[in-house]
């Protein structure tokens, strides 16, 4: 059990308890069997495209019965974005995990997890072709962005606020799902 997590830091790509999860090779890393409860509170970012979870940042492999406390009020993540580079400019911003990926099959992913807090995101730069970035968040309640993986018995209990200028993929469990199956 991990409480009281704080992460301030806006020069962060990665961030969460573990920023970045990978194996040295395949697909079998991952993190299983955690209680989290903490706060992420990240103001004027100027960082492209970061992913962003209490858990988790990037996870490149499984996430297995992990979640928050029952405590609203104790698991919060605030992420306010100043990128203004031109680009695609796509935070991934989950309640547990930012991005979940795998290129191996089975396609683990996240199984019987669970968030219970709120989040609040913003990209709000004004999109101006070649000058600022095309940007808008992918947001979700347990993953922002699941990219061929699985994602099966989750469970979410969150308060979910975003202000982006435009494209914005909004789920209460997952912002964006590329692929695999969703039960």
Known sequence: KISGLKITDNTLAAVGLFGYVRASSGDGAGIRNLEISGKIDIKDANVMSP???LVAGLVWGFVENCRTTDVKADNTIIYKSIFSQSGQHRPAVGGLVGWNANS????????GSSFTGTILVETTVEYIPGVTPNSGPYLGGLVGMANRVNVA?????????VNAYRYISLGGIIGYA?????D
Do not use: C, L, S
């Open 178 to 182: 590329m692929g695999e199956k969703m």
């Open 104 to 111: 191996g099959y089975p396609h683990n992913g996240i199984t």
């Open 51 to 53: 992913n962003v979870g």
């Open 153 to 161: 018995n989750g469970n979410v209990d969150a308060d979910i606020t």
